[in-house]
């Protein structure tokens, strides 16, 4: 089975910056981040696919988050910048069996998360 781990949540200041990492135990597809807040339903983030090349965003982070990947180290980035307290929740990395969608019925993979907070 694939193993994904977050990393890089934390708490920071509005206007702050955080980059997250998705270290994945093998060869991933495509690589979805989803974030979840209190009493809110989880919502897609970002998605990369395999080769990097084809990225999609969620209007509300696009023009201040960016996603990447190194394939070399297994590992999927998710760059924030200009966070506002909207941002903060659980963030998760998932991927798919295969295929470079990441559409979340079909993402098989889910790591355990990692909190961001954004707050003054």
């Known amino acids: 089975q694939l193993q994904l781990v977050e990393s890089g949540g934390g708490l920071v200041q509005p206007g702050g910056s955080l980059r997250l990492s998705c270290a994945a135990s093998?060869?991933?597809?495509?690589i979805g981040w989803f974030r979840q807040a209190p009493g809110k339903e989880r919502e897609g983030v970002a998605c990369?696919?395999?080769?990097?090349?084809?990225?999609d965003y969620a209007d509300s982070v696009k023009g201040r988050f960016t996603i990447s990947r190194d394939n070399a180290k297994n590992t999927v980035y998710l760059q924030m910048n200009s966070l506002e307290p909207e941002d903060t929740g659980v963030y998760y990395c998932?991927?798919?069996?295969?295929?470079?969608?990441?559409?979340?019925?079909?993402?098989?993979?889910w790591g355990h998360g990692t909190q961001v907070t954004v707050s003054s």
């Open positions: 990369i696919d395999s080769s990097g090349i084809s990225t």
């Open positions: 093998g060869f991933t597809y495509a």
């Open positions: 998932a991927a798919p069996r295969y295929g470079s969608g990441c559409h979340e019925s079909l993402l098989a993979y």
